[in-house]
Each structure stands twice: as C-alpha cells, then as structure tokens.
C-alpha cells in the first residue's frame, strides 16, 4: 500500500524561503512523474512544477526563477526549494507522484495530504 507524506509547510516572512517534501513508501517500483499543485484562498487549484521522469523540469510563470523542484529517486522523495517568497505564495501545497509498483503496470497517480504555506510579515 502506497502512502506519500508531504511536509515543510509553515509561516515565513516575504523573501524568506521552505522546502516542501514529498516521500512515498510502500511497494514502490518506481516514480515517474512528480509535481506541486498550490491552491491559494479563494483561488483554483494550479500547477505550480513539474518534474518527469528523465529530471526535466517546468513552473509555472509565477513562480520561475524563485521554485526548483527535484527529486531523490533512492529516497522515493521529491522537493519543492522555494525562495523569495511573497505574499502571492500563500496557499496550500499539494504533491503528486506518479508511482508505478511493478514493472509491467501503468503509474497510478498519488496525493499529498496537502501543507499549508503562509507568507506574511
């Protein structure tokens, strides 16, 4: 049974920065796809990154040069660096992995719990 653990979410001053965690355990062949979705208040859920399979990366306008997103394959982990944070960033922060759990088998797609990020002074 697949369980993805999301964490590094917390109160931040702007400018300042986090580092969101995304680690899934449980009878994994591999990850494929990983990513971030943020959903500020009173807003739609949006794709904030994306990483594939091979390590390339994209962001969404917002967020490029400030967010890099990686991955640890050994550690079935991906990451969210956020820097230069502003008051646009509050939201809370939903991972994905696509995991497949055997070789032969299409990835099924995995949800963090959610982690709240706020920026405020």
């Known amino acids: 049974q697949v369980h993805l653990v999301e964490s590094g979410g917390d109160l931040v001053q702007p400018g300042g920065s986090l580092r969101l965690s995304c680690a899934a355990s449980?009878?994994?062949?591999?990850?494929?796809?990983a990513g971030w979705y943020r959903q500020g208040p009173g807003k739609e859920r949006d794709l904030v990154a994306h990483?594939?399979?091979?390590?390339?990366?994209n962001y969404a306008d917002s967020v490029k040069g400030r967010f890099t997103i990686s991955r640890d394959n050994a550690k079935n982990t991906a990451y969210l660096q956020m820097n230069s944070l502003n008051f646009e960033d509050t939201a809370v922060y939903y991972c994905?992995?696509?995991?497949?759990?055997?070789?032969?088998?299409?990835?099924?797609?995995?949800w963090g719990q959610g982690t709240q990020v706020i920026v405020s002074s």
């Open positions: 994905f992995l696509n995991i497949k759990q055997r070789w032969d088998v299409a990835p099924i797609n995995y």
């Open positions: 449980g009878g994994i062949f591999s990850i494929t796809d």
């Open positions: 990483i594939n399979s091979v390590g390339s990366t």
